[in-house]
């Protein structure tokens, strides 16, 4: 679970001068420049070569973040001093004077608050995803819209990013953080000579867009206002070449993403992760079980004051038991401080997991008896007992196997489960539920057939598995290892029929036999784990293009027998610095490890 200002002192971004002095200079504004300097390099493609290397991201303005701030300097042909400044500032996207004030992030913002911020905060926002929510450019009003684009933010921010903010509606001292770090564009009017951070994340939309052809620079010149001005054209507003609030919500209209990464060449790609560290042993301390599969991270949705469960847990099922039987395992794996330690010991060869905002763990269970005829779908409490009505059983069920959470109560959607039946090709829904009594008040509904399916019993069968649902469009992807291919189905959450097999999106090599399904928050792109190779894959779902490929377990994978397989689950998520976490399951090592640069 990210944490970005942990015990570092609370300081706006901009709102102090950051020079090296001693006592050396701490505060999250130190942190939110260091972590905006990363991105931005991994970000722009500048003509002149990078504005330097990656700095540690410390809060604390050391000789490194000096150069960092002389490399921003020069590369953008202002005072070279290494103190951030207003001039260093405002390339970083911080005006204090936009719009005639406040500073953003002088204040918190809350409904009824008017001001200059209140555009900035509008404009950062309408870039993004969140223009349809807002429905206008900015006003200065903060109104109903601009609370519910708001929690759509600190939605995203909370479910697919991990970090430990507010869901509220309102923008305090963690959600300035985030904000500044990561709705990069918006912050000040754009036009011809203003260069910066900001610029370059308008690049990256016009070019994701088909607008802009040039690099990733930074520098707005003639062939970005040319690109601006078509853009403008295009979409019947006034072509000036200028960048103020009517283009910057023109823009998120048309950019329904929640990142900035340039589709051509995206940052954060897991090909340029580089460390696996093992976390835990995955090995139930009681039994025995092993063969891990399942793995996800607690959200901070919950009160975790009186659970088990604690915000960003790491939980594991086993499908093994301790003889290394396949489908005999029963338990579920909370890993503490490096150890596993029994969460959960009532499950039927549980595949699949996932947690819902209010802390409860869904099981795909595949059941006992090799055909799946025992499958089931469980409900556990945050303190890892059985609700009174968790035992799940739908005539639908046809080998549960993977499992997944809309979070719709952060979207305005119906709260719904997803699994899928490996041995049917289906996928079910679940809404309606209440506890304790799950099985009685689950409302169930087969929303998708006809995906690829193969194999009879839990040792030979491949079908639909890992799962990711994303708010924009209501989409759910889908993973299949019969055909080596990744699908979506939109809208998922109210979606009265059976919507088919869906689109594919992508088919074929290099995914080979892929299981888990993870997404990368940073670019947007999905990360599939396959059975056949021990590979992670990342594919682009709007663009349906192979972006990169990283290795995870050495072992060779015996194509007929399977032996050496060693990859099943996976979850994305970011560290308390905004770096990519991959945390994956090893069934050849029994473990649960982790993917970082």
Same mark, same amino acid.
């Given at each position: 679970?990210?944490?970005?200002?942990?015990?570092?002192?609370?300081?706006?971004?901009?709102?102090?001068?950051?020079?090296?002095?001693?006592?050396?200079?701490?505060?999250?504004?130190?942190?939110?420049?260091?972590?905006?300097?990363?991105?931005?390099?991994?970000?722009?493609?500048?003509?002149?070569?990078?504005?330097?290397?990656?700095?540690?991201?410390?809060?604390?303005?050391?000789?490194?973040?000096?150069?960092?701030?002389?490399?921003?300097?020069?590369?953008?042909?202002?005072?070279?001093?290494?103190?951030?400044?207003?001039?260093?500032?405002?390339?970083?996207?911080?005006?204090?004077?936009?719009?005639?004030?406040? %500073?953003?992030?002088?204040?918190?913002?809350?409904?009824?608050?008017?001001?200059?911020?209140?555009?900035?905060?509008?404009?950062?926002?309408?870039?993004?995803? @969140?223009?349809?929510? #807002?429905?206008? %450019?900015?006003?200065?009003?903060?109104?109903?819209?601009?609370?519910?684009?708001?929690?759509?933010?600190?939605?995203?921010?909370?479910?697919?990013?991990?970090?430990?903010?507010?869901?509220?509606?309102?923008?305090?001292?963690?959600?300035?953080?985030?904000?500044?770090?990561? %709705?990069?564009?918006?912050?000040?009017? #754009?036009?011809?000579?203003?260069?910066?951070?900001?610029?370059?994340?308008?690049?990256?939309?016009?070019?994701?867009?088909?607008?802009?052809?040039?690099?990733?620079?930074?520098?707005?010149?003639?062939?970005?206002? !040319?690109?601006?001005?078509?853009?403008?054209?295009?979409?019947?507003?006034?072509?000036?070449?200028?960048?103020?609030?009517?283009?910057?919500?023109?823009?998120?209209?048309?950019?329904?993403?929640?990142?900035?990464?340039?589709?051509?060449?995206?940052?954060?790609?897991?090909?340029?992760?580089?460390?696996?560290?093992?976390?835990?042993?995955?090995?139930?301390?009681?039994?025995?079980?092993?063969?891990?599969?399942?793995? #996800?991270?607690?959200?901070?949705?919950?009160?975790?004051?009186?659970?088990?469960?604690?915000?960003?847990?790491?939980?594991?099922?086993?499908?093994?038991?301790?003889?290394?039987?396949?489908?005999?395992?029963?338990?579920?794996?909370?890993?503490?401080?490096?150890?596993?330690?029994?969460?959960?010991?009532?499950?039927?060869?549980?595949?699949?997991?996932?947690?819902?905002?209010?802390?409860?763990?869904?099981?795909?269970? @595949?059941?006992?008896?090799?055909?799946?005829?025992?499958?089931?779908?469980?409900?556990?409490?945050?303190?890892?007992?059985?609700?009174?009505?968790?035992?799940?059983?739908?005539?639908?069920?046809?080998?549960?196997?993977?499992?997944?959470?809309?979070?719709?109560?952060?979207?305005?959607?119906?709260?719904?489960?997803?699994?899928?039946?490996?041995?049917?090709?289906?996928?079910?829904?679940?809404?309606?539920?209440?506890?304790?009594?799950?099985?009685?008040?689950?409302?169930?509904?087969?929303?998708?057939?006809?995906?690829? !399916?193969?194999?009879?019993?839990?040792?030979?069968?491949?079908?639909?598995?890992?799962?990711?649902?994303?708010?924009?469009?209501?989409?759910?992807?889908?993973?299949?290892?019969?055909?080596?291919?990744?699908?979506?189905?939109?809208?998922?959450?109210? %979606?009265?029929?059976?919507?088919?097999?869906?689109?594919?999106? @992508?088919?074929?090599?290099?995914?080979?036999?892929?299981?888990?399904?993870?997404?990368?928050?940073?670019?947007?792109?999905?990360?599939?784990?396959?059975?056949?190779?021990?590979?992670?894959?990342?594919?682009?779902?709007?663009?349906?293009?192979?972006?990169?490929?990283?290795?995870?377990?050495?072992?060779?994978?015996?194509?007929?027998?399977?032996?050496?397989?060693?990859?099943?689950?996976?979850?994305?998520?970011?560290?308390?610095?905004?770096?990519?976490?991959?945390?994956?399951?090893?069934?050849?090592?029994?473990?649960?490890?982790?993917?970082?640069?």
């Amino acid at each position: 679970m990210g944490n970005f200002a942990g015990q570092l002192p609370r300081v706006p971004f901009g709102s102090r001068v950051l020079r090296l002095k001693r006592p050396l200079l701490t505060g999250t504004d130190v942190k939110v420049f260091q972590r905006l300097y990363n991105t931005l390099l991994e970000l722009m493609n500048p003509p002149n070569g990078p504005m330097g290397s990656p700095i540690p991201i410390t809060g604390v303005f050391d000789r490194e973040s000096q150069k960092a701030a002389a490399n921003i300097q020069s590369y953008f042909g202002i005072c070279v001093d290494g103190i951030v400044g207003p001039q260093t500032y405002r390339v970083m996207g911080q005006d204090n004077h936009a719009y005639g004030g406040p %500073a953003f992030g002088s204040r918190s913002l809350a409904t009824s608050i008017t001001g200059g911020d209140v555009i900035v905060l509008q404009n950062r926002l309408n870039c993004l995803r @969140y223009a349809t929510i #807002l429905n206008q %450019a900015a006003t200065g009003h903060f109104d109903t819209p601009t609370s519910k684009a708001v929690l759509a933010f600190q939605g995203d921010n909370i479910v697919y990013r991990h970090w430990d903010i507010a869901f509220d509606g309102n923008v305090g001292p963690d959600t300035f953080d985030i904000l500044w770090i990561t %709705a990069i564009t918006g912050g000040r009017t #754009l036009h011809e000579g203003i260069n910066g951070f900001d610029t370059a994340g308008l690049q990256v939309i016009l070019q994701n867009l088909g607008f802009y052809a040039g690099r990733i620079d930074g520098y707005f010149g003639s062939v970005t206002r !040319h690109a601006v001005k078509h853009f403008q054209e295009a979409f019947g507003i006034t072509a000036d070449g200028i960048c103020g609030p009517q283009t910057f919500y023109a823009l998120g209209r048309s950019n329904p993403v929640f990142w900035y990464s340039a589709d051509a060449f995206p940052r954060g790609r897991i090909g340029s992760l580089s460390h696996i560290q093992v976390i835990s042993s995955t090995i139930d301390p009681v039994n025995g079980d092993q063969n891990p599969y399942g793995v #996800l991270l607690a959200p901070n949705t919950f009160d975790d004051t009186n659970t088990i469960l604690k915000h960003g847990d790491l939980l594991v099922s086993n499908i093994n038991n301790a003889n290394g039987v396949m489908g005999l395992g029963s338990t579920l794996e909370r890993i503490v401080n490096g150890r596993p330690e029994r969460f959960f010991a009532g499950a039927m060869a549980p595949i699949a997991i996932s947690t819902s905002n209010l802390g409860a763990t869904w099981i795909a269970d @595949y059941g006992f008896a090799p055909d799946g005829s025992q499958g089931l779908v469980q409900v556990i409490s945050p303190n890892g007992t059985l609700f009174s009505g968790g035992d799940i059983h739908r005539d639908l069920f046809d080998g549960p196997w993977g499992m997944q959470f809309n979070f719709g109560e952060f979207y305005g959607l119906p709260v719904a489960f997803f699994s899928t039946n490996v041995l049917s090709g289906t996928i079910d829904r679940f809404t309606e539920f209440h506890p304790p009594d799950f099985n009685e008040d689950s409302v169930t509904l087969q929303i998708g057939s006809g995906f690829a !399916h193969v194999g009879t019993n839990i040792n030979t069968v491949f079908g639909p598995q890992g799962m990711i649902w994303l708010p924009m469009g209501d989409a759910l992807y889908i993973a299949d290892g019969a055909d080596n291919s990744i699908s979506v189905l939109a809208p998922v959450s109210t %979606a009265q029929t059976d919507l088919g097999s869906g689109l594919k999106i @992508y088919q074929g090599p290099p995914l080979n036999k892929p299981a888990g399904l993870g997404f990368n928050p940073e670019n947007g792109n999905l990360i599939a784990v396959n059975q056949g190779d021990n590979r992670a894959i990342e594919i682009n779902p709007r663009t349906g293009q192979l972006v990169s490929a990283r290795l995870l377990d050495k072992t060779p994978v015996n194509p007929v027998t399977g032996a050496g397989s060693a990859l099943f689950g996976v979850y994305v998520a970011l560290d308390n610095n905004g770096e990519l976490l991959v945390y994956f399951t090893n069934d050849n090592t029994n473990t649960v490890n982790v993917l970082t640069r």
